[in-house]
């Protein structure tokens, strides 16, 4: 079920230099190791006090029809660097599209309390992305509070795993809806900058709710 965000969280760079083999992902750069036997490879440590690992913890697996592999505690498979790159960087659009929903929502909304800043053909722009993002959110914090007992409240029909339901529903439908009131608003009354901001963060929750939809998460029923 998390493979979704596994496959993104994991991206990693591998390459050798000088004999050792340097790994770096997410949560690290240039972790070294060093060969052990052939294709085996242990850990050394960045900080000197921290002992290396005494077993090989990588391995380079043998090539076959499907690609390249490698063993690192996950089998990890080599893709072209394009697409990781891709992937990257469409990733860090969506998140900051969502985060700068995040961050202007309460400038408009106090804005909206000023008669003279009214826009009622912008607001349904505004709304709905900012609808999709607190869905997004809620899926987040359900799954965060259910950690306790994640296996009784999320794999059986309770309160938890239908609001998990509701909420992806929630954002798929808010974010169809965004895209709509982006496309029916009239090009005069809609000023051109909001137009702008509105399809960049648009663009972002349609390729996230398109990626979610693919790999089951939109509507997803964990207790079936």
């Not at 960045?46 to 089998?75: H, M, Q, S």
């Amino acid at each position: 079920m998390t493979h979704f965000l596994d496959r993104l969280a994991i991206l990693a760079w591998i390459h050798f230099k000088d004999g050792k083999l340097l790994f770096s992902y997410l949560g690290g750069w240039n972790d070294m190791f060093v060969p052990v036997t052939g294709t085996q490879f242990r850990h050394v440590p960045k900080k000197k006090e921290d002992l290396p690992d005494p077993v090989a913890v990588l391995e380079l697996l043998t090539p076959n029809a499907e690609g390249r592999f490698v063993e690192a505690g996950v089998t990890m498979r080599q893709i072209p660097a394009w697409f990781a790159i891709g992937e990257i960087v469409v990733t860090a659009y969506v998140i900051l599209a969502m985060a700068a929903i995040l961050v202007y929502a309460p400038f408009w909304l106090l804005g909206g309390l000023s008669k003279r800043r009214r826009r009622p053909a912008e607001r349904a722009m505004r709304i709905w992305p900012l609808l999709a993002v607190l869905s997004l959110v809620a899926f987040v914090g359900i799954i965060i509070l259910s950690g306790d007992d994640l296996i009784e409240r999320l794999g059986n029909l309770t309160v938890w795993s239908a609001a998990l339901f509701l909420a992806s529903i929630a954002y798929a439908f808010a974010t169809v809806r965004s895209a709509v009131s982006l496309w029916r608003a009239p090009a005069e009354t809609v000023r051109r900058g909001v137009r702008r901001s509105s399809l960049v963060v648009t663009v972002a929750l349609l390729i996230s709710a398109a990626y979610l939809a693919y790999w089951g998460i939109i509507g997803l029923r964990t207790w079936a």
